[in-house]
């Protein structure tokens, strides 16, 4: 018996995200952005421009969480936030044509890392989109029922 047959579900999962993250790093270094920033990349050109909150919503994570990567992208000349014509507190994202160059180089990387993945375990990505997808609204039921909860550290 291995190590891992003794692990949780949860530890078997957050061990393979963390293992395939850092493998999407090391063949996006060469064109010097991280998976964080490939997706973010993706999600801007897939919607058009997004203000932060949209953005960090079609991609499951906080604004907060989204504001690093945007500023980072931002420094590297790949996007572009500007001030909302209609709230100026609000700013939207998009693209700039070397993020749109650097995005079609990542999703050059992609395609040759999904055909190692895929001829590795061709059932595997059946088997994760459905758990993301069980995953899913038991995430957005715990945030609403949260949402509505005083702040205890305010």
Known sequence: M???DLWTTERLLTTAARLTENAWNERLLAIGITHASFITLRSIEAHGPLSQVDLAEHLHVTAQTVGRT???LEQQGLLLR???EYDRRTFRVSLTQLGRTRLAEAERHEREFM???HRASPELRP???ELIEDLLPTRRQAENN???QPDRNA
Do not use: I, P, Y
Request: proline residues 0%; negative net charge.
């Open 2 to 4: 291995s190590d891992t």
């Open 70 to 72: 945007l500023v980072r």
């Open 82 to 84: 500007q001030s909302s």
């Open 115 to 117: 055909l190692d993945l």
């Open 127 to 129: 088997l994760l989109m």
């Open 146 to 148: 949260t949402a509505g």
